[in-house]
């Protein structure tokens, strides 16, 4: 199969070369000026596309890793978009963190054009994309989701059929408002510890001891203890973004949202504040009532 891929990011990079590296499937990519640099991707062989359509019509299957709905929509559906470059029986594979209610949208307009929809969000850090390790929770039938078997593989550790279109987005959802919902509120339980003069340490110990040992913790202690943020490069904006995405789903569904509420206010005044592209573990300083440099 040809594959393409538009949003050669943060983890979009990582999806393309292993795509190629260990897929051995040729690429076309987007050319965009928020592409990661792509100079590993032309040495083994990727065809660059400036025209969204074009790349559809040469792509077998065209796999979308961008930031949110708002570009899904506008990459699928726009002027020269790719629906009006796809062949009969091509597939579009949404990598990307989406509102469920535009997913069921989207697939229903990829369909009209005779081809096929799967939804398939990632879990897991740019690290893990790099390493061809992401976690994919797909929605879609199962017969395309087979078809797509080599291709997940070649830059996946795991892949779960979570239920039928936009299943994969809504869990996503869920994923991200329990994760970060986490790590900020462990964000301001260390914040208070370091007002407090609490040695750093101590603080992770306890809590590593006790109810508080948990992956968050694992993703946040770099920063706690050394003030290192690059274990987590994922910014404040896109969490924000995230929780907004979460809260919609919930109010569509007539679902409680109340905690989620209050995470999201005290994600929304640190990026009032600035600090939206500060990367999440920095809300442990940013949360601090004298907030460092660090």
Do not use: W
């Not at 973004?241 to 995470?263: L, N, P």
Request: hydrophobic share 45%; net charge negative.
């Amino acid at each position: 199969m040809n594959i393409g891929i538009v949003g050669v990011g943060l983890m979009g990079h990582g999806i393309a070369r292993n795509v190629m590296r260990r897929g051995g499937f040729a690429l076309n990519y987007f050319d965009h000026p928020g592409n990661r640099p792509v100079d590993e991707l032309v040495e083994l062989g990727a065809t660059a596309f400036d025209n969204l359509q074009q790349l559809a019509t040469a792509s077998d299957v065209v796999i979308l890793c961008v930031t949110g709905t708002p570009q899904v929509e506008a990459i699928l559906t726009g002027e020269e978009g790719v629906i009006a470059g796809l062949r009969k029986g091509s597939i579009v594979v949404d990598c990307s963190t989406a509102l469920p209610a535009s997913t069921l949208r989207m697939a229903e307009a990829v369909q009209a054009a005779g081809s096929d929809f799967i939804d398939a969000p990632m879990t897991r850090t740019a690290k893990f994309a790099h390493e061809g390790k992401l976690n994919l929770l797909l929605g879609g039938d199962a017969a395309v989701i087979d078809k797509l078997g080599p291709l997940l593989a070649s830059f996946t550790e795991s892949v779960k059929h979570v239920g039928a279109v936009s299943a994969g987005h809504r869990l996503k959802l869920l994923h991200n408002y329990v994760s970060v919902g986490f790590m900020s509120l462990l964000a301001e339980a260390a914040a208070q510890s370091a007002d407090a003069g609490i040695d750093p340490q101590s603080f992770v110990d306890v809590l590593a001891e006790g109810g508080g040992g948990s992956v968050a913790l694992d993703r946040l202690s770099p920063f706690i203890l050394n003030g290192d943020s690059d274990s987590l490069p994922f910014t404040i904006s896109n969490a924000l973004k995230d929780f907004d995405y979460y809260r919609q789903m919930s109010t569509d569904a007539g679902a409680e949202h109340t905690i989620a509420d209050g995470v999201h206010s005290a994600l929304s005044q640190i990026v009032e504040r600035g600090a939206e592209e500060a990367y999440l573990p920095e809300l442990v300083r940013l949360m601090q009532k004298n907030p460092t440099n660090q």
